[in-house]
């Protein structure tokens, strides 16, 4: 199983990126996915979630109605796209499978 992000980099605030996850080794479709992050001295958050269908999605409180995650079955692929973004988002997000297999995660940071 590889779970490989892409899409972080220096934005600021107000800014908006878009994450990648691609994913192989497993039957990506099956499966629900997950976006975390970390910031520095903190503990890993959940941030996005989505069902295996697509068709349900759940986000935390911090980041609903500026985040949506998404997903393309036919790339083996989850998004997260990052609207509105502030300080306080600033972190190192990863992809994850309800498997438990955890991608490198990738930095984000939002400042000016």
């Known amino acids: 199983v590889q779970l490989v992000e892409s899409g972080g980099g220096l934005v600021q605030p107000g800014g908006s990126l878009r994450l990648s996850c691609a994913a192989s080794g497993f039957t990506f479709s099956r499966y629900a996915m997950s976006w975390y992050r970390q910031a520095p001295g903190k503990e890993r958050e959940l941030v996005a979630f989505i069902g295996s269908v697509g068709g349900s999605t759940n986000y935390a409180d911090s980041v609903k109605g500026r985040f949506t995650i998404s997903r393309d079955n036919a790339k083996n692929t989850v998004y997260l796209q990052m609207n509105s973004l502030k300080p306080e988002d600033t972190a190192v997000y990863y992809c994850?499978?309800?498997?438990?297999?955890w991608g490198q995660g990738t930095q984000v940071t939002v400042s000016s």
């Open positions: 994850r499978n309800v498997l438990g297999y």
